[in-house]
């Protein structure tokens, strides 16, 4: 089996259990008295703190000789964590559950990236090839575990993530390469890897590009967090909400497939003002509760406003970072996008909900269109310039 689809596969592990927390845990939470303020908390915690958890981890997986040893680690906790959820522990004790498995699942992503970009690089295939495969599975997901709800109890979400992320950790094992952490075949010190997260953080042009890219990311925090109780709302089951998010993901997959050439000619800065000008047009409309048949063309943004951001956040924190940091880059990265400013948006998501419904999509416009001028500063960074 070749590695693209080898590493493909692994994604397929990861995103075939975030396939169904992102649109159905809210559901599961909903299904047990939680409010909608409650329900953004606890989404919101675990991102809130990313900033901090991120890093750590990160440092953490850089301890091992392999860079696989972690995410089998890390696939095990949140396993055991899911399972804790199924007991009746309240608000209080679902949230630190909640918390622990979210903060360390999280993680998973960022850490395969940099083994992917890295083999892409050396063995010379798209990244979007396997990260594509990924996304097809979390279209399953989406599809499979909608019309499972539509037929049963929410019970069956906690049932589906736990068995995808213990998959995930055997395919850790038994997928990924045995790629070292450090090519000279040590562990660095842990005061070289704090130093190596200092420089990032120190770096104004790497932040202004992560900054740039995670509030348009973090933008979709409503979207992820209450589109389904949104769209419920207006009549549409559940069934057909899996169709919709699998539509978003489907145009996702065929961009990083099919775009790659278009991709490199426009580059990073581009992509990321591209992606960024249409989250500001997708979630404006969308808070004003389109019609059905409108919400499909809608959806097809979804390749620009998350795909194109996604990859542009990708190279540029590559692009900005060096062997030594190349996984703290990545998870602070990782951490804005997904973690800080995804968690505010999802603590201001559940009250907008509760009192506006679906008019809450308009404060993410605002802050795709903070994340656009960001987006726009980057061009007068020289080390992105054209070689």
């Known amino acids: 089996m070749s590695l693209p689809v080898r590493l493909g596969l692994f994604y397929s592990a990861i995103f ?22 409650q329900i953004g908390l606890i989404l919101s915690l675990p991102m809130l703190a990313r900033t901090i958890t991120a890093p750590l981890l990160a440092i953490w997986a850089d301890s091992f000789r392999l860079r696989r040893t972690a995410l089998i680690f890390l696939a095990l906790g949140v396993a055991g964590t899911y399972g804790l959820m199924a007991l009746p522990l309240g608000f209080a004790g679902w949230a630190v559950a909640w918390f622990a498995a979210s903060s360390a699942i999280s993680t998973i992503s960022p850490l395969t990236d940099v083994i992917v970009l890295r083999r892409a690089r050396r063995d010379g295939f798209n990244y979007g090839w396997p990260r594509g495969i990924g996304s097809v599975a979390f279209i399953v997901a989406n ?29 850790a094992r038994l997928l990924l390469p045995p790629d070292p952490v450090h090519e000279e075949g040590h562990s660095a010190r842990l005061s070289d890897r704090f130093a ?68 490199r000619r426009i580059g990073p800065r581009r992509l990321l003002v591209l992606g960024g000008a249409a989250a500001v047009i997708r979630w404006t409309v969308y808070g004003f509760s389109p019609p059905l ?71 993410m416009a605002a802050m795709c269109a903070v994340g656009l001028i960001g987006a726009v500063r980057l061009y007068g960074v020289g080390r992105l310039d054209p070689p």
């Open 16 to 37: 075939v259990g975030t396939g169904a927390s992102s649109p159905y845990m809210p559901v599961w939470f909903a299904e047990r008295g939680l409010s909608g303020a």
């Open 143 to 171: 599809l499979t575990v909608g019309w499972l709800l539509a037929r049963g109890s929410p019970e069956l979400v906690l049932v589906w993530i736990t068995a995808a992320v213990s998959l995930t950790a055997v395919c």
């Open 196 to 263: 190596g997260v200092g420089e990032l953080l120190r770096d104004r042009d790497f932040m202004t590009a992560v900054f740039a890219a995670g509030m348009i990311q973090s933008a979709h925090a409503f979207y992820y967090g209450f589109s389904t109780l949104a769209w419920k709302g207006q009549g549409i089951p559940e069934s057909t909400t899996g169709v919709l998010w699998a539509v978003g993901v489907a145009v996702e997959v065929g961009f990083m497939w099919f775009m790659e050439p278009w991709r």
């Open 293 to 363: 048949w409108l919400l499909f063309p809608l959806q097809a943004l979804h390749a620009l406003s998350y795909a194109a951001t996604f990859l542009a956040a990708l190279q540029l924190a590559e692009r900005l970072s060096t062997p030594r940091n190349a996984s703290a880059a990545q998870t602070i990265n990782s951490a804005l996008s997904s973690g800080m400013l995804m968690g505010l948006a999802t603590l201001a998501s559940g009250p907008l909900f509760d009192r506006f419904g679906a008019q809450g999509y308009l404060l």
